[in-house]
């Protein structure tokens, strides 16, 4: 196994159940379980993310790329990996536990609902990713499924998880790796080029665009559609839904969500714009209108992945993988857009290395979508 260092990272046991006491079962992935245990030393809960050594053979990179980034990571708005333990057959992850529930759960449960709260949720967001990109480290998958309350508290910390997708940016190289969830990538990415942590500026500006309105500012049916609006950054603030926000807020989305992404707002640059620093987000009431359009365009069947699950698969096809792709024992794929593929959201996808490796290599080795893709069958009743 790796991780055999100097660092002390991991501490070996026998049984881990010697340690904690294991619960119910939070979630699982394609080559994991996460269970709820309590310390039986201090009876704090935990989330322990328990890997089998068997489902590591060959993706030892791709966890140790987790494991380096959460290690290094200490700030109130990330979840914080607090001990690795080994067994012989287990790599055991025991994470912070988060239990406030997911961003738009919150938004829709919540009977009143303003500007100035999403302006406030943002600043928790900027504040954290500009602690990550200070350390060097991109995120490259942010997006609304991975913002957790840390409790149920009305004042509750939003936390951001899920860094199977982070890079550790290394002094002088850039990353050209396709990757991310396709509504929330910016425009370099799905251009191929050669990207930095830029991108997670744009995805916060995406992001800020939904808390305002309750839709995604790219949808379409037709992936090519989809994808050319992304690369052109063509995106409106349609009426009505836009008519009681702030010019304000405009403003400060088109500084994230701006193409070039050398004039795109950094971290630092947008925690200063009045939107979040000053006090010209409103205090209006936009409830009603918000939670409706993100109970209707982001239903647990179709947001729990990635709002636009068709896009992908059909980019997937035009790439001639879908004979291969729908062959899988791992995929079920039924008429057009009613049972999709989407790679398991909480989980790299290097766990899905075979799709990965298949579509690669019908790509010309591009990297287009390899390592990234997240892949879960799932109901979306979208046409």
């Not at 109130?76 to 001990?83: A, F, Y």
């Not at 992908?312 to 593929?341: A, D, K, N, W, Y």
Request: proline share 3%; glycine share 6%; hydrophobic share 35%.
């Amino acid at each position: 196994m790796p991780l055999e260092d100097g660092n002390g990272w991991k501490k070996k046991t026998t049984d881990i159940k010697e340690k904690y006491d294991f619960k119910e079962v939070l979630g699982t992935g394609a080559f994991s379980e996460v269970v709820l245990a309590e310390e039986k030393s201090t009876q704090r809960l935990v989330a322990v993310k328990c890997i089998p050594k068997k489902a590591l053979e060959g993706k030892e990179n791709s966890i140790e790329n987790e494991i380096a980034v959460l290690h290094r990571i200490k700030h109130e708005n990330i979840v914080s990996l607090e001990d690795i333990f080994e067994s012989q057959s287990h790599l055991y992850l025991v994470m912070q536990l988060v239990s406030g529930g997911e961003l738009f759960d919150r938004i829709v449960e919540k009977g009143f609902y303003t500007e100035r709260d999403a302006s406030k949720l943002i600043h928790q967001i900027l504040d954290a990713v500009k602690y990550l990109h200070d350390m060097g480290i991109v995120h490259r998958d942010l997006k609304p499924e991975n913002l957790l309350y840390y409790s149920m508290d009305e004042d509750s910390n939003i936390m951001i998880s899920d860094f199977g997708l982070s890079k550790i940016e290394d002094s002088g190289t850039v990353m050209s790796t396709a990757c991310g969830t396709p509504g929330y990538v910016a425009p370099e990415v799905l251009a191929q080029k050669p990207y930095s942590k830029a991108v997670d500026c744009w995805s916060i500006g995406v992001i800020s665009y939904i808390l305002l309105c309750g839709y995604p500012p790219f949808y379409d049916e037709n992936d090519a559609k989809l994808f050319e609006q992304i690369l052109k950054a063509e995106y409106e603030f349609d009426s009505p839904y836009w008519d009681d926000i702030s010019d304000s807020a405009k403003d400060f989305i088109c500084h994230l969500m701006e193409k070039d992404p050398t004039l795109r707002y950094t971290c630092e640059q947008a925690l200063q714009h009045p939107w979040i620093s000053g006090d010209t987000a409103l205090d209006k009431n936009i409830h009603e209108s918000v939670s409706a359009q993100i109970k209707k365009n982001f239903a647990k069947s179709k947001w729990k992945q990635a709002f636009n699950a068709t896009a992908v698969v059909r980019h997937m096809r035009r790439l001639q993988l879908g004979t291969s792709l729908e062959g899988s024992s791992q995929i079920t794929s039924t008429s057009p857009c009613h049972r999709h593929l989407l790679l398991p959201a909480k989980e790299m996808c290097s766990c899905q290395e075979d799709i990965c490796t298949s579509y690669k290599e019908a790509a010309g080795a591009s990297e287009q979508w390899t390592d990234h893709l997240r892949v879960n069958i799932i109901e979306c009743g979208w046409d």
